[in-house]
């Protein structure tokens, strides 16, 4: 057994992450180009209901036409050779970014773009929305005329350019930020001393300001939609909380009901739109990261690329962050409103059941004292019939010639026999209330 293989056998148990985890650092690495090199880009964003593995199943379909082998289906980027071009392909959160390399390019580095040697019918029906899409020329510095006016009245349909030199002048790179009558933009980059992986690294950034500019502006429409939407709720939670402060308990329940319909249709909203505006401020960064990185240094006449976003792209995103602070501000405020009014709503109710109880226990005590008067009378009508009955056998027994005094005997039975239906009425009283306590 080596050395290597003895230390190996004493490590602790590798957590099951480790290896992807430590390959993360090294995911979608740049491309080493040497110019002339043609660079076409497409950012295809996912649809709902585009399956996840839409994507993977396209470059398996492209692989196989080529006889090349497949990329394993968890795979989040992949990278051949084609033959006749050079494919890269990277699976993000929302969106899988195709790039295709052709090398060789001549001074008009866009008339015969990278994406012309892919298969036609394959580009169309790739799965999702392009929401981005760039041709890129990497040329020599020697290649092309470097005077800004040159050549954006050449390459860029005399549009005002967005430049900037790059890595401490070993590179020039030039834009627009257009969409041209192809559907795609255009990116220059002159190579005056770079390294292939520099140039590579250089042009993987410069498209990635590109596509993920466009996705973070993604948020913008619906942040300018939400404006109106949350000044009306604005002034509905106004009128609510000013009927608060001057309405009676009876409109508390309806202006419960339409607090709870506010409160629902805000947190509907901000359940929806919160992805989008955190995705937009993620790649707002990513942005203005892959810019920093380009070390630029500025050309006469020319915005650089850090200007153009700082300018356009910023007053944007202020947009977003203002809209979505707006809405959480608002959804807090609907339910401090909503607690508020619910806690006034249990007081008037706490009230109300006191008026009740207090009600109930009236009743209580009247029909307590109700029932005293009709036991009391009961009684008297009782004792009134047993005496009456009671006569009635003394009358007889005298008629039957036995001396009676019947007059002294029914006067001394009324008190006995009104103490006796007393007892027996208040026993059979208590023996009610038992069982009802009881439950039985």
Same mark, same amino acid.
């Given at each position: 057994?080596?050395?290597?293989?003895?230390?190996?056998?004493?490590?602790?148990?590798?957590?099951?992450?480790?290896?992807?985890?430590?390959?993360?650092?090294?995911?979608?690495?740049?491309?080493?180009?040497?110019?002339?090199?043609?660079?076409?880009?497409?950012?295809?964003?996912?649809?709902?209901?585009?399956?996840?593995?839409?994507?993977?199943?396209?470059?398996?379909?492209?692989?196989?036409?080529?006889?090349?082998?497949?990329?394993?289906?968890?795979?989040?980027?992949?990278?051949?050779d084609f033959g006749a071009f050079r494919?890269?392909?990277?699976?993000?959160?929302?969106?899988? %970014?195709?790039?295709?390399?052709?090398?060789?390019? !001549? =001074?008009?580095? #866009? /008339?015969?773009?990278? @994406? $012309?040697?892919?298969?036609a019918d394959w580009?169309?029906?790739?799965?999702?929305?392009?929401?981005?899409a760039t041709h890129a020329a990497l040329l020599p510095m020697s290649a092309v005329d470097a005077d800004p006016a040159e050549i954006?009245? %050449?390459?860029?349909?005399?549009?005002?350019?967005? !430049? =900037?030199?790059? #890595? /401490?002048?070993?590179? @020039? $790179?030039l834009t627009d930020f257009r969409i041209h009558a192809d559907g795609f933009g255009r990116t220059l980059i002159l190579d005056r001393a770079m390294t292939p992986w520099q140039a590579g690294r250089i042009v993987q950034q410069l498209l990635e300001v590109d596509s993920y500019r466009i996705l973070a502006l993604l948020a913008l429409p619906i942040a300018r939609a939400l404006v109106p939407v949350?000044?009306?709720?604005?002034?509905?939670?106004?009128?609510?909380?000013?009927?608060m402060v001057q309405g009676d308990s009876a409109d508390e329940p309806e202006l419960l009901a339409k607090l709870t319909r506010l409160a629902a249709e805000t947190e509907n909203r901000e359940a929806r739109d919160r992805y989008r505006f955190d995705a937009a401020a993620a790649y707002h960064t990513l942005v203005r990261t892959?810019?920093?990185d380009l070390r630029e240094d500025r050309i006469e006449g020319l915005q650089t690329f850090r200007e153009f976003t700082e300018r356009r792209l910023a007053p944007a995103m202020s947009t977003c962050r203002a809209v979505a602070i707006r809405q959480e501000q608002l959804a807090a405020r609907i339910a401090r409103a909503t607690?508020?009014?619910?806690?006034?709503?249990?007081?008037?109710?706490?009230?109300?059941?006191?008026?009740?109880?207090?009600?109930?226990?009236?009743?209580?005590?009247?029909?307590?004292?109700?029932?005293?008067?009709?036991?009391?009378?009961?009684?008297?009508?009782?004792?009134?019939y047993l005496v009456g009955m009671l006569a009635y056998v003394l009358r007889g027994v005298g008629v039957a010639g036995v001396p009676v005094p019947y007059e002294v005997m029914v006067a001394a039975?009324?008190?006995i026999i009104a103490l006796m239906v007393y007892l027996g009425t208040r026993r059979l009283r208590r023996a009610a209330t038992h069982e009802a306590e009881s439950g039985t």
């Open positions: 057994m080596t050395g290597a293989q003895q230390g190996a056998a004493t490590l602790p148990p590798q957590h099951g992450l480790r290896s992807e985890l430590n390959d993360e650092v090294h995911a979608r690495p740049p491309e080493a180009l040497v110019p002339p090199v043609r660079i076409s880009q497409l950012a295809m964003l996912q649809k709902e209901s585009t399956p996840r593995d839409a994507a993977w199943e396209a470059l398996c379909d492209l692989a196989r036409r080529h006889g090349i082998p497949e990329p394993l289906r968890e795979a989040r980027h992949f990278s051949a494919l890269k392909w990277e699976r993000h959160t929302e969106f899988s %970014r195709y790039t295709a390399i052709v090398p060789g390019a !001549g =001074a008009d580095g #866009f /008339a015969s773009p990278a @994406l $012309a040697a892919l298969p580009v169309a029906s790739l799965p999702g929305e392009m929401i981005a954006a009245a %050449r390459l860029f349909d005399g549009n005002q350019l967005i !430049g =900037a030199r790059l #890595f /401490a002048e070993r590179g @020039l $790179a949350l000044a009306a709720n604005e002034r509905d939670l106004a009128e609510i909380t000013a009927a892959r810019i920093e607690r508020l009014l619910s806690t006034q709503v249990d007081l008037t109710r706490q009230q109300q059941n006191q008026a009740l109880l207090g009600s109930v226990d009236r009743s209580a005590r009247m029909q307590l004292r109700l029932q005293q008067t009709v036991e009391g009378l009961s009684v008297a009508a009782i004792t009134y039975s009324v008190p």
